[in-house]
């Protein structure tokens, strides 16, 4: 069993950069699947970023972040990073890790499919 925080949150201007962290403790680290999700309040929780593990080693990005964001993963530190840059007024969300032992790549952008989660860190972007 893993479990997993969240930090680097904050409030950054349009245009600015953050960096999240998430650190997992527990469990064998680089067999889980680490993603990325964000909500914002009232809407669904929708799927940003994603590094396989398990020898798959692979990022995968939702559209509208390609380009601006940047999934990386230290497996001798247990964490898994989300460099997010050129921030836009459609990014402030609550930013959720969530981690998966062997999924399958066509569940990858689906938070059902995770069995842990972080408790969330918030992002505000101001115009």
């Known amino acids: 069993q893993v479990q997993l925080h969240e930090s680097g949150g904050g409030s950054v201007q349009a245009g600015g950069s953050l960096r999240l962290s998430c650190a997992a403790s527990?469990?064998?680290?680089?067999?889980?699947?680490i993603a990325w999700f964000r909500q914002v309040p009232g809407e669904e929780r929708e799927f940003v970023a994603a590094?396989?593990?398990?020898?798959?080693?692979?990022?995968h990005y939702q559209d509208p972040v390609k380009g601006r964001f940047t999934i990386s993963r230290d497996n001798t530190q247990n964490m898994v990073n989300l460099q997010m840059s050129s921030l836009k007024p459609e990014d402030p969300a609550v930013y959720f890790c969530?981690?998966?032992?062997?999924?399958?790549?066509?569940?990858?952008?689906?938070?059902?499919?995770?069995?842990?989660w972080g408790p969330g860190t918030p992002v505000t972007v101001s115009s």
């Open positions: 969530a981690a998966v032992m062997g999924i399958i790549l066509s569940s990858l952008r689906t938070g059902a499919a995770y069995g842990y």
């Open positions: 590094y396989r593990g398990s020898g798959g080693n692979t990022a």
């Open positions: 527990g469990g064998s680290f680089r067999r889980y699947t």
